[in-house]
């Protein structure tokens, strides 16, 4: 029988060696081509197109140690006259909060991660339409392995399945596998962007 918590260890330790190697410039690069793809959905796909025009408020995250850069389209959102929500970590929970400028309004928290400060307000997660939702590597199933505190998975999880927002996960081609290893407490992302 395979150890999941083993593979998924052994899975994050190749992704992020690998990830070790971008450039800023490569890194750049890539969250405009994530960009461009996003914009390429929204033409071909129809029923997303509608989501997309229908949501006022779009979670996003702000990348650190070789995630892919979402800072193009998180600008492209809010262009397009919608709320952008990053991630604050609080104890073993994670919540979303609104930000007009993230070069303003993110300070460093939990993890070195720029988040929003804990003067802000929480966004109430009803009014969450899309997550663009990062990973360490998804498979074309939607499966999804994350850094491995399960922050995301407790955040979706909290929200009854039918009131959930529409979860993109956002990959660069080598984080693409055949197959990521699942639990029960994992939940798959309903749309992969792989750049």
Partial sequence: M?????????????????RKFLSEEELASCGKDLLNEFKAILKEDKNFKKTF????SIAVYKAV????????????????GKKTLYPR??????EFVKIGNPGKELVPGNFGIPEPSSKLPAADNKDIDIVIVPGIAFDEEGNRLGQGKGYYDRWIGS???????????VCMRFQLMSEVPS???DIPVDMLLCI
């Fill in 2 to 18: 395979i150890d999941i918590a083993w593979e998924k260890a052994h899975i994050r330790s190749q992704i992020r060696e690998q």
């Fill in 53 to 56: 025009e229908k949501a006022r």
């Fill in 65 to 80: 140690r070789g995630e892919l850069p979402c800072d193009a389209l998180a600008d492209y959102i809010r262009n397009s």
């Fill in 89 to 94: 970590v609080e104890g073993d929970d994670m």
């Fill in 159 to 169: 929200i009854e399945e039918s009131k959930r927002p529409l979860l993109i996960g």
């Fill in 183 to 185: 639990e029960t407490s």
